[in-house]
Each structure stands twice: as structure tokens, then as C-alpha cells.
């Protein structure tokens, strides 16, 4: 198969890639990104001069650079990852969530539609649960739950998952949809609560927990919401929807006091210092309560489980950014984005 993968040099693209590329030579992938700030191209090594791997730095929203990229490539798969991703800068600058996530989407379903014979091809569109707005204490998120976003960002992804499933009614276009949890696990760009608090730690700087960190997020490994996707793509049917969870909640308190003992254990540091740099700072507007995924259909009809459980799966993750430091300072230091522009700016 030729599977055309957008957002492939972000967080969850690039494990998508890294776990799928090597173990499937069979399939030629295409990784489409725009290299956004939120792009590690250093993400990619693993996979980036196989045979089966190549690269295209095309920005969703130029739909012309889009269709070329389809006239070359021809997929016959579409795994639709690339969006801007951030809750916070979503508030503090909505008008490229609009854009992205929402004309992006647009342009990307018409390529789709120009080089696909009715009936042919799979679109699938990766989605979130923010899309449901916010539980109270109690209840988890089905596939029938009616969409309430809070947000910018989760308004912005709202509206593309209404395009992917109007373009799916009116047009016939193979589409599937997933709905997942919070992601965390390598190569999470340092913005989001666990990488962020990770790199804090190690730096001995404050930990910024919103509100009074009561909120609620059902985290699932990486790695897990990859493989649903591949479930989904290889076994599920057009036109249908996916929830995908870690039935892991956790307080984002909690959360951060499991990364201050984590970080002391892997690190020798003093835990009582570490639990020390915690700071709560005025809430996030609009920050949903709680979170919480009922992923039975897909568990039932795909089979698909999560594999890695939080306490294993945060373990993980913390020795991955402490083995990691080059990927950190490329991050920290802006050198991939000097990279990016050495290599790419031209084009
Ligand atoms: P990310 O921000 O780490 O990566 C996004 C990628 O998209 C980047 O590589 C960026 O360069 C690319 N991109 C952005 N704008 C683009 C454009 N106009 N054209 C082409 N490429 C562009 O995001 P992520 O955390 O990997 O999330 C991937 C997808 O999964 C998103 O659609 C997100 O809504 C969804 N999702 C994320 C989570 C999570 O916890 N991170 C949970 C559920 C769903
Ligand atoms: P985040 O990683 O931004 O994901 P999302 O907002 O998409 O769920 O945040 C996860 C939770 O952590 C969310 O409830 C907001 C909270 N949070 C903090 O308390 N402090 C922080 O510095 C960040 C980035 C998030």
C-alpha cells in the first residue's frame, strides 16, 4: 500500500512512523508536515533513509503543493495527524488552529477526493476526546457522546471531524474517525504537561500546575494509540468511529508527583526537593474538568487493548528524555529549527 501520512515529524506521527516504517517494508509511507515548530526532524532518524520512507514539506493550507504531493505519491491511504496541537496556544493564538485544523483538513479531503474513484482509498482522521467538552466527576465518553468543545483547539478539531464525516456522506469518501485521549511518551514536544514537567525537573525549575491540578486526563501511551490507528486502518469499517483510551485517569497533581518520584529514583535526586518545585498558577480558561474514554468498541470489534499500563509507561518515558539529551537541546536550544532552515528554506 502507499499510505500518505500528514504531521508525520510531530509527536505522534513520528512514533507512528518509527513503529510502522521498519516493520512494514511492504508499504511505502509519505510523510507530509509543514515542519512547524512542533517538528523534530531529528524524530525521524529511525526511519529516515529506508527505502520505504520519504519525506515532503508541504504546507496543508497550499492546496496546489498538496496536490502535486498526491499526483507524485498517489496514495491509496490517508493517515491525518498533522494539526496544531496545543491547548494553550490555541488561546493565546486561535487563528492557525482555524486554519490548520480546519481548512487543512478541507484541502486534504479534496485531494483525497480527486484522485479517488468512489469507494476507493482510506481516509482516516485522528481526532480527540477534548471534543466532547467536559465530564463532570462521573460517565466516560462513548462514540455517541454530543460534541461540546471548550476550546479553540478542540472547536477547531470539532469542525474537521464534521468535514471528514460530511465529505463521507455526501461524497462516499472511505473515512474513519478516532477519538483518543491524551497521548505522552517520546518525542512530545516540551509544551505539553508531561515532557514540560520532565525538563523542569531536570533543570530544577518550578512546576506550573493550573488551577488546583484537579483536572482529570485518561493517559494512554503513545505507542498504544499508534497501534488502535493501525487496527483501525487495516480492520475497520468506512464511515465509522473510534474512541481510543487509556482507562488510565489521573489528576494532573498526581501526575506530577509521580514525575517527582520518578525523576529522584532514575536521577539519584532528592525527592522532598523535587516535590518542592511545585507551583500552582492561575487556571487555563475554559479548562475541562475531566476527561475519560469508553474505548469498549474498539477493544470489541478490533481487539485492540492498551498494552503499557501509566505506571510503566511514564517509567518509560522519563528514561526516554534522560537518554535522550541531544534531541532536548536540539528542542531547547531552537538548533532544529536552525536545521530546518538550513535544509529547508529554500524550498
Ligand atoms: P504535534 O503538535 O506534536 O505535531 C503536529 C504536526 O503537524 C507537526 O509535525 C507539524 O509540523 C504538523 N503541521 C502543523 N500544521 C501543519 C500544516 N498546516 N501542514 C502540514 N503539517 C502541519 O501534534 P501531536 O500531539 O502529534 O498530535 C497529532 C494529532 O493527534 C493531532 O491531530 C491531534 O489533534 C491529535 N491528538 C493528539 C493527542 C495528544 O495527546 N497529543 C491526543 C489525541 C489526538
Ligand atoms: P496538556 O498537556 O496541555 O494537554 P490538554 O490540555 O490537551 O489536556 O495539559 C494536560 C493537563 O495539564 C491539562 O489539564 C492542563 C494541565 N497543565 C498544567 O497544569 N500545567 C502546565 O504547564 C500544562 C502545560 C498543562
Redesign the pocket.
Known amino acids: 500500500m502507499r499510505i500518505l501520512v500528514t504531521g508525520g515529524a510531530g509527536f505522534i506521527g513520528a512514533n507512528f512512523l518509527n513503529l510502522l516504517v521498519p516493520r512494514h517494508p511492504e508499504h511505502q509511507f509519505v510523510n507530509l508536515d509543514a515542519l512547524t515548530y512542533a517538528a523534530n526532524p531529528r524524530s525521524l532518524d529511525p526511519v529516515a533513509s529506508l527505502p520505504n520512507y520519504a519525506f515532503e514539506r508541504v504546507d496543508l493550507c497550499d492546496f496546489s503543493a498538496l496536490r502535486a504531493v498526491f499526483a507524485r505519491h498517489q496514495p491509496e491511504v490517508v493517515v491525518h495527524f498533522a494539526a496544531e496541537?496545543?491547548?494553550?496556544r490555541s488561546i493565546t493564538g486561535p487563528r492557525a488552529f482555524v486554519r490548520t485544523n480546519f481548512e487543512g483538513t478541507f484541502n486534504l479531503l479534496e485531494a483525497c477526493r480527486e484522485i479517488w474513484a468512489p469507494g476507493q482509498g482510506i481516509f482516516h482522521h485522528v481526532s480527540?476526546d477534548?471534543v466532547f467538552g467536559s465530564l463532570g466527576e462521573t460517565g466516560r465518553f462513548d462514540e455517541e457522546t454530543r460534541y461540546d468543545p471548550s476550546?479553540p483547539?478542540s472547536a477547531s478539531k470539532a469542525a474537521s471531524d464534521h468535514l471528514v464525516r460530511a465529505w463521507h456522506r455526501t461524497f462516499g469518501l472511505p473515512v474513519r474517525v478516532s477519538n483518543c485521549s491524551?497521548n505522552y511518551g517520546p518525542l512530545q514536544f516540551p509544551?505539553?504537561?508531561?515532557p514540560?514537567?520532565i525538563l523542569n525537573l531536570l533543570e530544577r525549575k518550578p512546576?506550573?500546575?493550573?488551577?488546583q491540578?484537579l483536572?482529570v486526563?485518561d493517559w494512554l501511551y503513545v505507542e498504544d494509540h499508534c497501534e488502535a490507528i493501525w487496527a483501525i486502518i487495516g480492520a475497520g469499517q468506512n464511515g465509522r468511529t473510534y474512541n481510543i483510551g487509556g482507562r488510565s485517569e489521573q489528576r494532573?497533581i498526581d501526575?506530577?508527583k509521580q514525575l517527582c518520584r520518578l525523576v529522584a529514583e532514575e536521577t539519584g535526586a532528592a525527592e522532598p526537593e523535587l516535590l518542592g518545585l511545585i507551583g500552582y498558577?492561575p487556571d487555563?480558561p475554559g479548562?475541562?474538568l475531566r476527561?475519560a474514554i469508553d474505548s469498549s468498541r474498539i477493544e470489541a470489534e478490533l481487539g485492540w487493548k492498551p498494552r503499557e499500563s501509566f505506571a510503566s509507561g511514564l517509567r518509560k518515558t522519563v528514561r526516554w528524555y534522560l537518554a535522550n539529551r541531544a534531541w532536548i537541546d536540539s528542542v531547547r536550544t531552537g538548533e532544529y529549527r536552525r536545521w530546518i532552515e538550513q535544509n529547508y528554506g529554500s524550498r
Request: net charge negative; aromatic share 10%; proline share 3%.
Open positions: 496541537s496545543h491547548v494553550d480527540t477534548e476550546s483547539y491524551n509544551e505539553k504537561l508531561i514540560l514537567m512546576l506550573p500546575v493550573y488551577g491540578g483536572n486526563r494532573n501526575v506530577v498558577v487555563r479548562h475541562d476527561y
